[in-house]
């Protein structure tokens, strides 16, 4: 099986990842954060490493702003619930996962806050950041985007969205689950104030991790109260991070996992491993671009404004059909929603999904070109 899906997870891991959880589960059998004991301080230390290694990635100050999470879902809705309060006014853009969507509706149902879609373009940027100044007119407390669609591919300017939000009072958050790991991100320089990633997309991790980075002074409200390791006798969490939004046992095995994770990112480059991503998702879409039997859901690739995930069908099928076609011969895509509804009403695909590659580190030219001879082979023969 020949893999694409890695805007799900990314597969395979470099073996460090999985060396680094097994090394973790068998060698450090201390609770960070709970002991004095040199087994405790020795996980303490090899937790504290790992975010300082991500706060570096995503030009951080403080590295313990960087709070480990399940996953991205997790560290949206710790930003969403711990900072938004009645009345307020939050803009997000029309390309949102429901791990943004669902949390903002729901709190607008319920008469919380007002919820405001933003209309976003394709193939201009600057017509995107349009509608956002619109968007911005009134006042705002917050304005949550993903940095790249997971359905299109597409990069929305988000320094330029920051700064129009920054120039409206408005705290700027970015779900970055398609591009940490891919993209080149740097919070100071790009304004963002809390930034939500996966670790087990782009930065090679296990499953089970993130992570929320703040970068402001907002101390958001815990979404869990629990024991922390630190003012273990008042009643309250505490007032500084990690421990207010961390308790209980942190994911050690996962953490550490992620760590070589970033380290592979580290070693590697962000700009050698965007232009590799790059380079797949373009030769895909000038083969497919040529096949009468493909319908292609997003513009042609333009470098630094396209990711490393691209939708597509077999025309005539459903997403589910095509992937389900292609996994027969051997691929592995995703096919469906993409747990992207926004998204799909906007490409008016919403009645039937996509099919989704997704490429990575470990891709090959060769692979893509397979995959594109095979689905030129389904549509002749039909």
Known sequence: MIYFDNGATTYPKPPRVAFAVSNAISNLGGNPGRGGHPMAMQAAQEVYNVRKMAAELFGLDAPENVIFTQNCSHALNLVVYGLLQKGDRVVI?????????????????????????????LVDPWQTLESFEKALQKKTALVLCTHASNVTGTVLPIKAISQLAHQRGALFAVDGAQSAGILEIDMKDMGIDFLCVPGHKGLYGPSGTGMMLCGCDSLLEPMMRGGTGSLSAQQEM??????????????LCGICGLGQGLRFIKNKGIKRLYAHDFDLINLFYQFMIR????????????????????????????????????????????????????????????????????????????????????????????
């Open 291 to 382: 096949c009468n039997g493909i319908e292609l859901y997003a513009p042609e690739p333009r470098y630094g404004w396209a990711s490393s995930v691209l939708s597509f069908n077999l025309k005539g099928r459903s997403g589910e059909e095509t992937a389900q076609i292609l996994s027969e011969k051997g691929f592995a895509l995703r096919g469906g929603l993409h747990c992207a509804p926004l998204a799909h009403q906007k490409l008016g695909t919403l009645d039937r999904g996509t099919a989704r590659i997704g490429v990575g580190a470990f891709n090959t030219p060769a692979q893509v070109l397979q995959l594109c001879e095979t689905i030129k082979k389904l549509q002749d023969t039909v």
């Open 238 to 251: 505490p007032d500084f991070y990690p421990d207010r939004l961390e308790c209980g046992t942190v994911n």
């Open 93 to 121: 853009s029309d390309l949102e996962h429901n791990s943004v969507y669902r949390p903002l509706a729901w709190l607008a149902k319920q008469g919380i806050i007002e919820l405001e879609i933003v209309e976003t373009s």
